[in-house]
């Protein structure tokens, strides 16, 4: 009875079963795995999309805007600001006297259009000095009074100005905020286009240059709540310069400056924090003047170059991708090589992203592709480890029968090679005993003798090859070292085998060269030295010779045994020293062989640390070479 616990017959048998149908159930559903994990993709991609997360977009827009290149000013807009210098010159802001100079100073210089960022209600001056400015106004070529109200333009009687200035132009042109929509950090980031379908004050002066009427025309214009709105490409603070107030009211700028331009007037006194905005290149309090900001939005318009925000469409499409990238890379790299592989694809997500932003003026998601890498590597690097250790534990347990197998495997093989030496060796006595009769044997049981004689040295050869085997693959060879000379080990390998190669009528010759006494196991290389000089015995034909020598070279002893037989192929030699291995010509030839001694060589040859070599060529002979270091 087999004790519980050890490998049955049945048992094995039952375990093959279970594991192969197993193996045809996984092979059968092998395509259904990566189109489910893709699926999981697909579904991480479509609910990081239901979270707008506009702050954070918002804060990897502004990183792209600050790192791209700005807006190069056309020159159409130019700006005038009442500025330190101003104040400093007129000992005060400006009052109604000073701004109808500087209307009457710009006017001589014909310009396209003047605006004012001010309510002229607020300005200081008599009855007289206002009355004056609103005629001087009212016969300057398009100026207008920005307000920050909105009304469509046949509708101002609400944001009407006070009389005596009732009669000048008055238009809507605010400056939006993310206050509330998209981000929600106050940040200015959009341009309004258009309101109730009536063109705001900027793209209505910048039809004056691009002849764009209809709003949506404009580069990157969308609609939203019945307003049409545009995304500014910002360039950095300082980039269009402002002249100061008092120059241009005293006239000290050259003729032309302001001819056909379109002039921008207001406030930069980095006094009063309501003159400025926030912008995606600065969150500080004083970082750009709405007189500039208003200008680069003149610029946008009239190069009509604002930026374009991707539909929401294709960005869920870049997320489900990157998504189903990171799926990929998850489940078919090393740890090391997926987080190598997801950072070069992040890296590659924000490169396309800035370059598409930065040269081409088009704005994809950014936020919701990185999280899906996020998301998706920590989500299913769970599920994989929990695979990864099922089949681990899969592959521990079929381990565990695979050394069950083997054990049994190599206690059969000892415990059969153990029990044929006995009665080979009694076969082998008793057919020599036979032949050294005193009684008459004719010729056929004299044959049949040797031949028994014969095949039971080719049985004990193969036993005591198996019996190598067994203590290799349970590694139990030791080496048992002695110093001897190699050559006397040759010399009684040739001794040994001289009888089979005279049967041949082949001549041994040796050419050893005299050697120091080296340390190894004399047992083992004889065996080794043995197997490839009863090799080329076999393989050389009759009427042949073998050559055995020994040299000293590069601190190694070397054994050569060259042979003449049929030589082996070239595509065989890298396979000849492989467990159980016969070349085609060992094959076809009537020489019988297990396809182990050169295995068996190899492997004593390497315990030494030395190696073990072939040189040959078809029809040329071959030769072996043992090295053994010194």
Not at 563 to 571: T, V
Request: charged residues 20%; glycine residues 6%; hydrophobic residues 40%.
């Amino acid at each position: 009875m087999l004790a519980s616990g050890l490998l049955t017959p049945m048992n094995w048998k039952i375990a093959m079963w279970a594991r192969n149908d197993e193996v045809a159930f996984e092979v059968r559903w092998k395509w259904f795995y990566p189109l489910l994990r893709c699926a999981g993709a697909v579904l991480i991609a479509v609910v990081l999309h239901r979270f707008p997360l506009s702050y954070l977009e918002g804060v990897l827009y502004d990183w792209r805007v600050r790192l791209s290149p700005g807006l190069t000013p056309s020159g159409i807009v130019t700006t005038v600001a009442v500025d330190p210098k101003t104040l400093s010159v007129l000992r005060g802001e400006p009052n109604t006297e000073d701004f109808t100079q500087t209307v009457e100073q710009l006017s001589s210089d014909n310009p396209r259009a003047i605006i004012f960022l001010a309510d002229p209600s607020q300005w200081e001056g008599s009855l007289d000095s206002k009355v004056k400015f609103s005629q001087v106004a009212s016969r300057a070529t398009n100026l207008f009074f920005a307000s920050e109200q909105l009304a469509p333009l046949s509708q101002y009687s609400h944001i009407q100005l006070p009389k005596p200035f009732d009669a000048l132009n008055v238009a809507s042109a605010p400056i939006t905020r993310d206050n509330v929509t998209f981000a929600g950090d106050k940040v200015t980031r959009r341009m309004l286009i258009a309101f109730e379908n009536q063109l705001v004050l900027q793209p209505l002066l910048a039809n004056l240059s691009n002849k764009i009427i209809n709003p949506l025309q404009y580069r990157g214009a969308f609609e939203s709540d019945g307003s049409v709105f545009g995304y500014i490409r910002f360039s950095p603070p300082g980039t269009i310069k402002p002249l100061s107030f008092g120059d241009v009211k005293e006239g000290r700028f050259p003729k032309g400056t302001f001819t056909d331009r379109i002039v921008i007037i207001g406030h930069d006194t980095q006094m009063d924090t309501d003159d400025y905005i926030m912008t995606p290149y600065s969150r500080q309090p004083l970082s750009m003047s709405r007189l500039e900001a208003q200008a680069q939005i003149f610029e946008n318009l009239v190069q009509n170059v604002g930026i374009i925000k991707s539909p929401d469409l294709a960005n869920l499409t870049i997320t489900i991708v990157v998504a189903c990238v990171t799926v990929i890379i998850v489940w078919t790299g090393t740890p090391i090589q997926g987080i190598l592989a997801l950072l070069g694809q992040a890296i590659s997500v924000i490169g396309l992203a800035y370059i598409l932003q930065a040269f081409g003026g088009i704005w994809i998601s950014l936020i919701h592709p990185l999280l899906a890498i996020f998301v998706s590597y920590y989500f299913f690097i769970p599920y994989r480890l929990i695979v990864e250790n099922r089949k681990s534990w899969e592959f521990q347990q079929r381990n565990t029968l695979l050394e069950q197998v083997e054990e049994l495997k190599s206690n059969f093989m000892s415990m059969m090679s153990h029990d044929l030496k006995t009665p080979i060796a009694r076969i082998q006595g008793m057919a020599e005993l036979a032949l050294r009769s005193e009684t008459k044997l004719d010729s056929q049981q004299k044959e049949a003798l040797k031949s028994i004689m014969k095949s039971s040295d080719e049985l004990g050869q193969f036993v005591g090859s198996i019996l190598d085997l067994s203590r290799i693959e349970s590694k139990e060879v030791k080496l048992n070292k002695s110093s001897r000379d190699i050559n006397s080990i040759v010399k009684e390998v040739i001794k040994k085998y001289e009888f089979n190669a005279k049967s041949k009528n082949i001549k041994i010759k040796s050419e050893l060269e005299p050697l120091f006494s080296i340390k190894f196991d004399v047992d083992l290389m004889r065996q080794v030295i043995g197997n490839l000089v009863e090799n080329a015995i076999k393989y050389t034909p009759e009427n042949s010779e073998i050559v055995v020598a020994t040299k000293e070279s590069g601190g190694n002893i070397q054994v050569a045994v060259r042979d003449q037989g049929p030589g082996i192929a070239q595509d065989e030699v890298d396979n000849i020293f492989l467990k159980f291995y016969r070349g085609k010509t060992a094959k076809a030839s009537p020489i019988k062989g297990t396809g182990l001694g050169l295995y068996l060589a190899k492997y004593f040859v390497e315990l030494h640390q030395g190696k073990i070599s072939v040189n040959s060529k078809p029809n040329e002979g071959s030769t072996f070479t043992v090295e053994l270091p010194v």
